[in-house]
């Protein structure tokens, strides 16, 4: 089973310039890692000084003379102006194009440095990671005590990619991710909600390997994994991201913030406009939550131009 305790917390204004300061120090710390060595910045736009108001000169107070005017500059009239508006506008017709958050400026300079591979060639691209993930054992613990490791499931060139947290007992012994409780509620929600097969997106975990009794990834093993992933969304290029739980949005956004205030807001990773929702097995032991979890599935089905159904009883 996967587990991704759902954490919540707010704070005032300066809890947030700290959590800011943090992120963006995380992630200066994960380009330096990277062999990142110079952010380009973006020049910011001329400033415009109003000009000085040079007061007229005087005359001696003993000789006062009268003033000489130069020939006076009549301005174009000015259009008229529009009357206020007696009610609100009403709303724009819903765009397929997603608004995002302000976060999304901390991942611009992270673009993709080469072109997508062929289709035909991301298979066999994959294969060579997933062995090089397999012989992996920078977690000594995760090493000693997984099964086998756990890569992903689905298309290499899906539009879509979801990542979790970790794998369960059921994914490591089954080498695939998503396929306990939780991941037949994460299948639920790509065919019943979205109206997708589960073999047209891409699955895959922040950690590759199962921490014992399910417990929340440490930091180091988070950092010691994390490459593997950004080099499957480096290979995959989905159009979509969507992050399962509060540990994969904090290892994808380098975010410290509660599920509650993540979700329902775009978000862009490398450039992949991406969104945060709950993991399935927080849902399971939530029952409630569910109806939030749908809102963001028809937030992401409708940036990606998918028909919204009714929700059906028992749906996520």
């Given at each position: 089973?996967?587990?991704?305790p759902?954490?919540?917390?707010?704070g005032?204004?300066?809890?947030?310039l700290?959590?800011?300061a943090r992120?963006?120090k995380?992630?200066?710390?994960s380009?330096?890692?990277?062999?990142?060595?110079?952010?380009?910045?973006?020049?910011?736009?001329?400033?415009?000084?109003?000009?000085?108001r040079v007061?007229?000169?005087?005359?001696?107070a003993?000789a006062p003379?009268?003033p000489?005017?130069?020939d006076?500059?009549?301005p174009?009239?000015?259009?008229?102006?529009a009357p206020?508006?007696?009610?609100?506008?009403?709303?724009p017709?819903?765009?397929?194009?997603?608004s995002?958050?302000?976060?999304?400026?901390l991942?611009?300079?992270?673009?993709f440095?080469?072109?997508?591979?062929?289709?035909?060639e991301?298979?066999?691209v994959?294969?060579?990671?997933?062995a090089?993930?397999a012989?992996?054992?920078r977690c000594?613990?995760l090493?000693a005590?997984?099964?086998?490791t756990?890569?992903?499931?689905?298309s290499?060139?899906?539009r879509?990619m979801?990542?979790g947290?970790a794998?369960?007992?059921?994914?490591?012994r089954?080498?695939?991710?998503?396929?306990?409780?939780?991941?037949?509620?994460?299948?639920d929600?790509i065919t019943?909600g979205?109206?997708?097969?589960r073999e047209?997106?891409y699955?895959?975990?922040?950690?590759?390997?199962r921490?014992?009794?399910n417990r929340?990834?440490?930091p180091e093993?988070?950092a010691?994994?994390?490459h593997f992933?950004?080099?499957?969304?480096?290979?995959?290029?989905?159009?979509?991201?969507c992050l399962?739980g509060?540990t994969?949005?904090?290892?994808?956004?380098n975010?410290?913030?509660s599920?509650?205030?993540?979700?329902?807001?775009w978000?862009?990773y490398?450039?992949?406009?991406t969104i945060?929702?709950?993991?399935?097995s927080?849902l399971?032991?939530n029952p409630?939550a569910?109806?939030?979890?749908?809102?963001?599935?028809q937030?992401l089905?409708?940036?990606?131009?998918?028909?919204?159904?009714?929700r059906?009883k028992g749906?996520?």
């Amino acid at each position: 089973m996967q587990m991704d305790p759902e954490q919540s917390g707010q704070g005032g204004p300066s809890e947030s310039l700290r959590v800011v300061a943090r992120e963006v120090k995380q992630r200066l710390e994960s380009l330096m890692r990277a062999g990142v060595r110079e952010i380009p910045l973006t020049p910011l736009p001329p400033r415009v000084v109003a000009p000085e108001r040079v007061a007229p000169s005087r005359a001696p107070a003993e000789a006062p003379a009268p003033p000489i005017l130069a020939d006076p500059v009549i301005p174009p009239p000015a259009p008229p102006a529009a009357p206020p508006e007696s009610r609100p506008s009403p709303k724009p017709a819903a765009s397929k194009e997603p608004s995002f958050a302000p976060v999304e400026s901390l991942f611009q300079p992270g673009e993709f440095e080469g072109p997508a591979l062929p289709a035909a060639e991301r298979l066999t691209v994959l294969r060579d990671l997933a062995a090089e993930v397999a012989g992996c054992r920078r977690c000594a613990e995760l090493a000693a005590t997984r099964t086998q490791t756990v890569f992903a499931d689905g298309s290499p060139t899906a539009r879509l990619m979801f990542i979790g947290e970790a794998p369960g007992a059921d994914e490591d012994r089954t080498g695939r991710p998503f396929v306990g409780r939780a991941g037949q509620l994460l299948t639920d929600m790509i065919t019943k909600g979205m109206g997708l097969k589960r073999e047209e997106v891409y699955i895959a975990n922040i950690l590759k390997c199962r921490p014992p009794e399910n417990r929340t990834p440490t930091p180091e093993e988070t950092a010691n994994c994390i490459h593997f992933l950004e080099r499957q969304v480096e290979v995959v290029r989905p159009e979509f991201l969507c992050l399962l739980g509060r540990t994969a949005a904090a290892g994808v956004l380098n975010t410290s913030l509660s599920m509650g205030r993540l979700r329902g807001k775009w978000y862009r990773y490398r450039g992949i406009p991406t969104i945060a929702t709950y993991h399935p097995s927080y849902l399971l032991r939530n029952p409630p939550a569910k109806k939030e979890a749908w809102e963001d599935l028809q937030l992401l089905m409708t940036a990606m131009g998918l028909q919204v159904r009714t929700r059906q009883k028992g749906q996520p």
